[in-house]
């Protein structure tokens, strides 16, 4: 049974593991045990994060998305409701590592297709939304990740790989299929986001001049 | 009241009200397309639009507030021109189908958009085409059509209690889909079709058959429940084409159940259109006159007191009544309604009614079902109970069961137990329930067939009724204990006095040969097995089911679409259902059948016209007298024509309730003769019998 949603594969059973029943009792004490319903965000990123931990696939199965209802006492569909609603939550399988390539007005600016050529060129993808014959890798598009002072931004997982072009974005693909996760944040010369080779305003010394 | 100004002209609504009410209490019509009255506000159409003074731009009225000496207005040149605005963004991606549609014609979107629409459009893109939907044998989509007003999400969830539709994804991909592939598993779903303000869902068993202005409209009452549910038929060339509700906020709201809407079909196959009389073991078709000349030669010599008649679950009280006065005049007195063998208290004619009335349900506290199910002896009455429910929040309406529930209920019950054992503890306050019970200002007790229809009936009546004296069930100006009945035709026969006389015999009596000749009105549930070889069958009856095949001379009647009839329904409220259509071949209303026959037998009844039979049936019993929209339902008043000593108790026994519907979709003859009911029972499957313990 699937339709243009459900993926046909689908697991037959989830459970939470050990380690997401910790996460899921910080999140329900922070509701009212009436209002628990409201924590059907968390639990559904706590289901993709063990499916990530436990399968090497980020996604959200349906079989889990009723696990998620019956603990929250809300009806499945509302669940489902949820679940498509936000791009974050994947509803079908993806590849170990999701790159996320923001292709929104200042990243593509500044060299986002170069960021998704070099993407394609290392996995073998051809579009957004595939995975890589490896299994690897998903590349999705997304929209403003709101780092725009570093752009391009490649972002995978839920880390961001900032001022990015065709070179870094070779050398983390490269990274990641090795098993390392490189250090993220700017790959060139520069604190978060601070001017590219340190300060360039309010230095000490010019202070007492421009007054 | 607030008083607020609607285009210049002042009117009074209750505070709380939305602009939408306001404008309709001064009489504007406003388009909507996602606004339902009975059913939550969403305000994503955007069509009700209006300018309200000093807002800085048009208002979406459905959702927003009155005030105080605010000014409305529902007819400037920035209301239409809103209106033609939000009209055009619908139309984007709306399907220009409507000749293909069987929503064409009697269309929201159709009459808004030929109303308030601008009449051309601008759009020259591509438009979304949106994958249909598999939502069982009743309910058609067409999704490429849906505009996304989410009524039908809200249907579900709110009122059927089912919640299996959402609208998944979002923006341009957004969609009305159960996600997961499944049908839609409530008895309700056919009113997702009527309030649906497009042709995204419509009904599957009558696609494409017909278009809504060809249809012949007749109101009628709904028979497949008890619940009298007032609905209209619609019939193109002497066909029931389509079945709808009709708005009787008393009886039904605005819904009506699925077997009522599609069971129609039925109403076409298996009809029995010409007498037949049994020859030498086998049925031949014959003629009326020799049909009746035969019958009246076999009642040649046989004692009155040897004659019976067992009354079906679809009859209308007129044939009730003529069939009762036929035996009567030949001296019989063995009359029964209760083909499934029922008991109730008829020494008051609150002894067998819903005496709260449906609409009691909005104000009862506390519930306690006894042996019922309502979800499928009355699904419509089950969504009431769930509005209830609803309304009243988190524990606001307690419910408890006796009886395991063979379906969700749609509310939250407590089951106290799964026999009548329990009502003791209530009683001794043994269990926690009986505490609610006496703390609800209006307790209600609803005492289903599962109980009824018990060996220990009397006992458990007896108990409910104790129960309801005890926690104040019955007050001058409440009266919480209710029979739910599955007949329809029960309670007007029962007001008819329809019941073994002093020296009478009841069903089952008759059934084990305490009769010579047996006359079947549309009795098709009795134990036909039962009946000996040497019991002459009469069956009167509209479809060849059970009963017909035992029956030694059949008459054809008519059903329930075909003849003007007056039903009772659970609550007591008398209701005239007019023809549809006529019967077919040589088949004839019942009542008239019974006067022919009893002209030939020699027994003339004292009435010739509808009119006559209907005055001499109000002498019988002075409620139906009163019937139509409005009419008062005499509640607990005193009619009850007892003719059986009420006094039959007996001890509580402790063997479970045993549902008394196990498969919902097919009931009752014309339910069995359908297709569409047969398909049904296929897809939902039948209820489990719930094991003795």
Redesign the interface.
């Known amino acids: 049974?699937?339709?243009?949603?459900?993926p046909a594969a689908q697991p037959d059973s989830f459970v939470f593991d050990a380690a997401s029943e910790e996460e899921i009792a910080g999140v329900l004490c922070k509701y009212p045990e009436?209002r628990k319903a409201s924590a059907v965000m968390p639990l559904l990123y706590i289901v993709q994060r063990q499916m990530g931990r436990v399968t090497g696939s980020a996604w959200v199965p349906?079989v889990a998305m009723d696990v998620v209802a019956q603990r929250l006492g809300m009806?499945?569909?509302?669940v489902?409701?949820v679940a498509?609603?936000y791009t974050m939550f994947n509803t079908r399988p993806i590849g170990r590592y999701h790159l996320q390539v923001c292709t929104t007005t200042p990243c593509w600016l500044r060299g986002s297709d170069d960021v998704v050529a070099a993407c394609q060129k290392a996995t073998g993808i051809q579009h957004f939304g595939e995975t890589s014959a490896d299994g690897l890798f998903t590349m999705t598009e997304v929209e403003c990740l709101g780092a725009c002072a570093n752009a391009p931004i490649l972002q995978v997982d839920d880390d961001f790989y900032e001022d990015m072009d065709a070179e870094r974005t070779a050398a983390v693909i490269a990274e990641l299929r090795a098993g390392r996760r490189p250090e993220p944040g700017p790959a060139i010369n520069r604190s978060v986001s601070a001017p590219v080779g340190g300060r360039k305003t309010l230095l000490p010394s010019s202070t007492a001049d421009q007054k | 009241m607030v008083r607020v100004i609607v285009d210049g002209a002042p009117v009074d609504v209750p505070p709380g009200s939305s602009a939408l009410q306001a404008c309709e209490a001064a009489g504007k019509e406003i388009p909507r397309f996602c606004y339902h009255e009975r059913l939550s506000v969403a305000g994503n159409c955007r069509m009700c639009l209006v300018e309200v003074a000093r807002a800085p731009k048009p208002v979406a009225s459905c959702g927003f507030p009155v005030s105080e000496g605010m000014q409305i207005f529902t007819d400037t040149e920035v209301v239409r021109r809103a209106r033609r605005a939000v009209m055009e963004f619908l139309l984007i991606n709306h399907p220009l189908d409507c000749p293909i549609c069987d929503q064409g014609g009697e269309c929201d979107l159709q009459d808004q958009a030929y109303g308030y629409g601008s009449g051309i459009s601008r759009y020259k893109e591509d438009k979304r085409a949106v994958t249909d939907k598999d939502l069982g044998p009743l309910v058609k989509t067409v999704m490429t059509r849906c505009i996304q007003c989410t009524r039908c999400v809200r249907f579900s969830t709110e009122v059927a209690g089912t919640p299996e539709l959402g609208l998944v994804s979002r923006g341009e991909n957004a969609e009305i889909t159960t996600y997961v592939e499944k049908a839609l598993t409530s008895e309700l779903s056919g009113n997702l079709i009527d309030v649906c303000p497009v042709g995204a869902l419509t009904a599957k068993p009558s696609a494409f058959h017909a278009r809504s202005w060809e249809y012949k409209k007749t109101d009628s009452v709904d028979v497949m429940d008890a619940l009298g549910t007032n609905i209209q038929v619609q019939a193109r060339g002497g066909e029931v084409m389509r079945i709808v509700p009709r708005v009787n906020d008393d009886v039904n709201e605005e819904w009506l159940s699925d077997k009522g809407r599609f069971s129609i079909d039925g109403l076409k196959r298996k009809r029995l259109d010409r007498p037949w009389v049994r020859v030498h073991g086998k049925l031949s078709a014959v003629s009326w006159k020799d049909a009746l000349i035969a019958l009246a030669r076999r009642f040649d010599g046989v004692p009155g007191d040897k004659v019976g008649a067992i009354a079906g679950d679809l009859c209308d009280a007129e044939s009730l009544c003529a069939i009762k006065d036929l035996l009567q005049g030949i001296g019989s007195s063995n009359l029964d309604c209760r083909q499934d063998g029922a008991w109730y208290d008829t020494s008051a004619r609150s002894g067998y009614l819903f005496n709260s009335d449906v609409s009691g349900i909005d104000q009862a506290d506390a519930l306690l079902l006894v042996g019922a199910m309502p979800r499928h002896e009355s699904p419509v009455l089950n969504a009431r109970i769930r509005k209830r429910f609803v309304d009243a929040g988190r524990g606001g309406f307690p419910i408890g069961m006796i009886g395991a529930p063979t379906a969700d209920m749609t509310y939250d019950v407590n089951v106290l137990g799964h026999g009548p054992d329990v009502l003791a503890d209530l009683l001794s306050g043994k269990n926690a329930f009986a505490e609610v019970l006496k703390n609800a200002k209006k307790p209600m007790i609803i005492v289903g067939h599962s109980a009824l229809t018990r060996r220990d009936a009397p006992a458990i009546y007896a108990a409910c009724r104790e129960l309801a004296q005890t926690c104040g069930a019955l007050s001058a100006d409440w009266h919480g204990l209710n029979i739910l009945h599955t007949a329809a035709s029960r309670v007007g026969a029962l007001d008819l006095g329809f019941l073994p006389g002093p020296h009478g015999c009841d069903a089952a009596s008759m059934l084990r040969g305490g009769v010579e000749i047996l006359w079947l009105l549309g009795a098709d549930d009795v134990q036909l097995e039962r009946i000996p070889p040497e019991t002459f069958v009469v069956y009167l009856g509209h479809h060849g089911d059970a009963a017909a095949k035992r029956a030694d001379i059949i008459l054809p009647g008519a059903a329930y679409t075909e003849k003007s009839g007056t039903y009772v329904n659970t609550a007591g409220r008398v209701q005239r259902a007019f023809r549809a259509v006529f019967p077919p071949g040589d088949a004839r209303e019942d009542w008239r059948i019974i006067r022919a026959f009893s002209e030939v037998l020699g027994h003339t009844l004292p009435y010739d016209t509808l009119e006559q039979l209907r005055a001499h049936m109000a002498q019988v019993n002075p409620v139906f007298a009163q019937t139509g929209q409005g009419a008062p339902r005499l509640a607990g008043a005193e009619g009850g024509l007892a003719s059986e000593a009420t006094a039959r108790e007996g001890e509580l026994m402790t063997t479970p309730f045993r549902p008394v519907i196990r498969d919902y979709y097919q009931t009752n003859a014309i339910s069995r003769a359908s297709q569409t009911m047969a398909e049904c029972s296929k897809v939902y499957g039948v209820a489990p019998v719930v094991a003795a313990e």
């Open positions: 049974m699937s339709t243009a949603w459900t009436e349906v009806a499945s569909m509302r489902y409701e498509s609603f």
